[in-house]
Each structure stands twice: as C-alpha cells, then as structure tokens.
C-alpha cells in the first residue's frame, strides 16, 4: 500500500487541530484563547520582551501580537513597562496573576499530552517522537 505524502499533511494537520482544539477548550476558562495562551508562554519564558520580541517569538506579525498581549493586559496577566533602556519603548512582563495562569496553561497542555498521546503504545510513542525529531530538523538537500 502507498502512502502519498500529502495524505500524511492532511492526517497531520486534522492531528494538529484536535489537539489545538482540545487545548483551546481546556484553557479557555482562564479566559484565554490560544493566541494568548501561546504569548503568555513566551513572555513567561523569555520576558521582559517587547512587543515586537513576542511577535518574532510567535512568528507573527506585531499587529495579531498586540491584540493578544492586549488581552493579556486587560486580565492583568501581563504588566507593561517602560524599558530602562530606551524610555520610548516598553516592556512586557507576567504579572504574579500571570504566573498562576502559566502554570495552569502548562498543567494543561501536559495533560492533553497525556489524554491524547497516551493511548498509544510506548513503543508507538517513541517511534513518532524520532519522526516528528526528524521533520522538525534541518532540510536536507
């Protein structure tokens, strides 16, 4: 049997979706959708950053970073700063409210991990962990 690569992108992609939905689901009584979940995870990791960081962080533009990290102000997750370095430009940073939605974002991105990966075999696990290891490395020519 033939297996053509672009049945495996559709498999993968409707994958993808059911786990971002599923994601988007649990976290959405944070009050978060997952644009904003994904900034808070970036200004937990990286910040302070500027709003222009989390949107290359994000590989988004600065415009749909702003909307999300103005949502993120608005729930007092997120506190914005002028940056010590340059008065004209401010900072992001995670409020301790913040904090305590991070880790209930990761808690929960752990256990749809868990929920969704965890029905397969350990053996099955490891053998897709190597092949995502490889489509996600450099391209060869």
Request: zero cysteines.
């Amino acid at each position: 049997m033939e297996i053509f690569p672009e049945a495996l992108a559709e498999n993968f992609l409707r994958v993808a979706r059911r786990l971002r939905r599923e994601t988007s689901s649990r976290t959405a009584p944070l009050g978060l959708n997952l644009h904003q979940s994904r900034a808070l995870r970036v200004i937990g990791d990286a910040g302070p950053l500027r709003p222009s960081e989390v949107a290359e962080h994000l590989g988004i533009v600065a415009r749909s970073a702003t909307d999300a990290v103005a949502g993120l102000v608005t729930a007092g997750f997120v506190e914005r700063t002028t940056d010590p370095a340059d008065g004209r430009a401010l900072l992001l940073a995670l409020s301790p409210s913040g904090r305590a939605a991070l880790e209930e974002v990761e808690r929960i991105r752990a256990e749809v991990g868990r929920d969704f990966f965890g029905r397969l075999p350990e053996t099955d696990r490891a053998a897709l962990a190597a092949v995502l290891e490889r489509l996600d490395g450099p391209t060869s020519p």
